[in-house]
C-alpha cells in the first residue's frame, strides 16, 4: 500500500459524532463492516458481516412526552440484525439508560405485525464512550475498555436470549493503556484489529503516532480510513460543519458542568440547611429533655419538702403529747 503522509494536527477527530458518522456512512462500506467485524471478533462472537445496509439513525417517540432518539449509526445486516452505533463524548451518567431505551425501541420496531416473536433478529447497541460509564464500572477494578452485556441467567451464567446484545468501549482507557505501554499489541488474531481501529478513532489521544502509521501499512481498511479522513478533513465544507459540532459540543459541555456545578451547590446548601435543621431539632430536644430533667427536680424537690412539713408536723404533735404528760407528771407530784 502506498505510504500517506498524516497531518495528525489537521485531522478530524473521530470521537466527534459528525466526523465518525461522516466517514463510516459517506466513505466505502467496507469501513463500517471491518470496524463491526474487529468488535464482534474481539469479544469471539462468531458473527462475520459480509454486507450492510445503513438506515435513517431517528427512532420514533411511544408518545408525546417521549424524548426523540437520533442515533449516530443505525445500520442493518442481511439476516435483519439491527445496529445501533452512539458516540458519547459527555454525559455518561445517562448512558446506561439511554442505551437500553434505544435498544428496546428498535427491538420494538422490528417486529412485522403477524409475525413469530422467536423470529425477530436481534439488536446490538454499539456505544463508544469517552470514560468509565457510571453505574456499571465497579470503582475497585480497573477500567474495561470493551465490556460485552447481555440479558444472562443470574446463577449459571449461560446466556439467556442474543436479543439483547450491548457493547461498550471506552476510548479514554484505550488511550491511556496505549500511552503508558508506548505500543499495541499487534498479532496476527482476529483480536488485533479491534485495536487498530481503536488507535485510528482516538489518534487525538495517541501519543506515539508510529502506531497508527504502522496500522496503516498493515490493513487495507485502516489505510483506506485514514486517507478518506485526511481527504474529509482537508474539505472546506466538511471542516467548517465539523467546527460547529465542535463548539456545539464544547458548548453544550461547558453548559451541562456548570448546570451540574450549580446542581453540587444547591444539594450542597439543601444538606446544609438539613443539617442546621437537624441541629436545631436536637437542641430543641436537649432543650425539652433540660426542662423534663428540671420539673422532674422541682417534683422531687416539692415531695421532699412536703415530707419536711409532713415530719415537722408529726414533730410538733410529739412535743405536745411530751408537754402534755410533762404537765400531768408536775400536777402529780405536787
Known amino acids: ?56 439513525p431517528f427512532l420514533d417517540r411511544e408518545s408525546g412526552d417521549d424524548k426523540l432518539s437520533i442515533l449516530d449509526i443505525r445500520a442493518e445486516l442481511e439476516d435483519g440484525t439491527a445496529i445501533l452505533i452512539e458516540i458519547h463524548m459527555y454525559g455518561l451518567g445517562e448512558l446506561k439508560a439511554k442505551t437500553i431505551r434505544s435498544w428496546a425501541r428498535a427491538y420494538g420496531e422490528d417486529l412485522e405485525i403477524g409475525n413469530r416473536y422467536t423470529s425477530q433478529p436481534p439488536t446490538i447497541a454499539i456505544a463508544f464512550t469517552n470514560g468509565t460509564v457510571e453505574a456499571l464500572e465497579n470503582t475497585q477494578k480497573e477500567s474495561k475498555i470493551h465490556r460485552l452485556c447481555m440479558i444472562m441467567d443470574c446463577e449459571d451464567f449461560t446466556v439467556f436470549t442474543d436479543a439483547m446484545e450491548l457493547h461498550y468501549i ?49 490493513e487495507e481498511e485502516i489505510y483506506m480510513a485514514v486517507s478518506a479522513l485526511s481527504r474529509q478533513s482537508e474539505d472546506k465544507y466538511a471542516r467548517q460543519a465539523y467546527q460547529r459540532r465542535q463548539d456545539e459540543l464544547y458548548f453544550h459541555n461547558k453548559a451541562r458542568a456548570e448546570y451540574e456545578q450549580a446542581k453540587h451547590e444547591i444539594e450542597q446548601v439543601k444538606h446544609e440547611a438539613e443539617q442546621a435543621k437537624h441541629e436545631a431539632e436536637q437542641a430543641k430536644h436537649e432543650a425539652e429533655q433540660a426542662k423534663h430533667e428540671a420539673e422532674q427536680a422541682n417534683r422531687i424537690i416539692e415531695q421532699e419538702r412536703q415530707k419536711a412539713e409532713q415530719a415537722n408536723a408529726q414533730l410538733a404533735d410529739k412535743d405536745a403529747i411530751i408537754a402534755e404528760l410533762q404537765a400531768k407528771l408536775t400536777g402529780l407530784s405536787n
Open 170 to 218: 471506552d476510548m479514554q482507557a484505550f488511550a491511556k493503556a496505549v500511552n503508558e505501554a508506548n505500543s499495541i499489541n499487534i498479532n496476527d488474531t482476529e483480536e488485533a484489529m479491534f485495536v487498530k481501529w481503536l488507535s485510528v478513532i482516538t489518534q487525538k489521544e495517541i501519543n506515539n503516532k508510529s502506531i497508527i502509521e504502522n496500522a496503516c501499512k498493515d
Open 1 to 56: 500500500m502506498e505510504k500517506i503522509k498524516i497531518d495528525y494536527y489537521q485531522l478530524m477527530d473521530l470521537r466527534i459524532d459528525y466526523a465518525f458518522k461522516l466517514l463510516f456512512t459517506k466513505g466505502d462500506p467496507r469501513l463500517l463492516i471491518s470496524l463491526l467485524n474487529a468488535i464482534f471478533a474481539n469479544k469471539k462472537i462468531q458473527r462475520v458481516i459480509k454486507s450492510i445496509s445503513i438506515k435513517n
